[in-house]
């Protein structure tokens, strides 16, 4: 369960530090040893010990007395730790080392030596050749036609043509990619608001919008960038369309990228950990059991090396992605109850880690974490997590919301709470009708509860029996069995049919799945 956020800029920057950039921040601020500065070191020492901020104590310590004179003093630290995490961090930065050079050209051409800025800009040029920088490219092409234009060189003759051609090729590039990755962001956005397509109008919707967003000579990229970014945009667009087969697809392509030019897993480590995570989505989808092991075994050796161990952004993504395929692994296998003891594990580092975590990624990892012990049978705890969803504010995933509400409503029902279940029923059918997430399958759910709280425990079977009939008949249509994306509602019944535990039903198909 997650604590309320501190908003405070500086705190959370301070609290993100590690003790090696704190050293390092000390180091480089007494240097200059002057009044302001070890004023500032006071107040870094004093933020440090805090565990929540407390401006009322700060304002107490530093005998600053008003407000603006310790925001001053606030400013002039932040701007200074950013200064000191700038110098620490360059080397292990492609994009910090690039703007240093762009900068120590700039400096060059202000003070009119010209032909050493020249060589920088060519250095510099190469390495984002190298590594597909195109931005940086741009920027230095951009300075190295104003030195030509205003001052004489003496650079080669067809000079201008060659960095026309230069600038031509740059520009064109930074097109398609930023055609490409914005629309793989829209994409991303529309999925992580709404989750998967709902029904035809749905499909139409994104179907269309795909169509007119699409470059028309897509297929004819060949550069790293404009793969990468149009393998996520037909990932999110299966994704979305619950076309399984198809976002496998193109979550492979997308991690062959990687493969296929390993020095960009350095440059774009970022995009490669959520390619290794959105693979194994596709195998949990499939449930491909073999490929799923082998790709959460890649994404946690990868999680072991120093490029994720000395970068807190990568770290706690890897982390996220391995609690989700670890959870996922106990949903396919049917162990929910091996995979309780991850929880309160997991819930400790979401706790420390928190300042570097979304709002998404909470949602998601307490639904997990719900189905997790309604799969075990542990209703009441099902219900605690369940709550978390429910009464998120983020405004993200609405059928994460729905189907939240849909298995709060069966906990309560395992649970015999019959006082709430009519109430809760049509509190539930409201919301899920509203959200227009109702399905055939959802609206049959719905009957069976409403019907079946007179029964006695025997009239019971054959009524889970004609339920049974009726989800099945309708699993083929995807919008229709849109929920089996978030419950395995077939398990369950099948369980009551069968007199099994949910956990024992999904565990026997998953040993008849390894024997096939």
Known sequence: MMPNRNQDILFQLIRSMEKAEKRHFKLYIKRSSGKEELKIVRLFDLLDKQKEYDERSLLVKMGESTKPQLANLKAHLYKQILASLRLLKSGDSLDLQLNEQFDHAHILYKKGLFHQSLRIIERAKEIAHTNQKYNFLLQLITLEKRIENLHITRSMSDKARVLEVESNEVNNHIDMVTRLSTLALKLYGWYVENGHARNEEDEKDIRRFMKESLPENMNEQTGFYQRLYLYQCYTWYAFIRQDFLQYYRYTRKWVDLFKEQPLMIRVETGHYIKGLHNLLNAHFDLRNHKEFEIALHNLENFAETKRVTDNDNFRVQCFVYISIARINQ?????????????????????????????????????????????????????????????????????????????????AHYELGNDMLMESLTKSVYRFMAKMKNLTSVEEAIFRFLRQSMPFSPRQLKPEFEKLLNTIKHLEKNRFQTRSFAYLDIISWIEGKVYGKSMEKVVHEKYLSSRHR
């Open 330 to 410: 106990h949903f396919m296998q049917g162990t929910f109850s091996q995979g309780l003891p991850m929880v309160p594990v997991i819930e400790k580092q979401l706790v420390e880690e928190d300042i570097f975590l979304d709002p998404h990624r909470v949602l998601v990892m307490n639904y997990k974490f719900a189905m997790l012990y309604f799969g075990s049978g542990d209703y009441n705890r099902s219900i605690d997590y369940l709550q978390l969803v429910i009464n998120d504010t983020s405004n993200l995933r609405y059928d994460l919301q729905c189907y939240a509400r849909l298995v709060h409503l069966m």
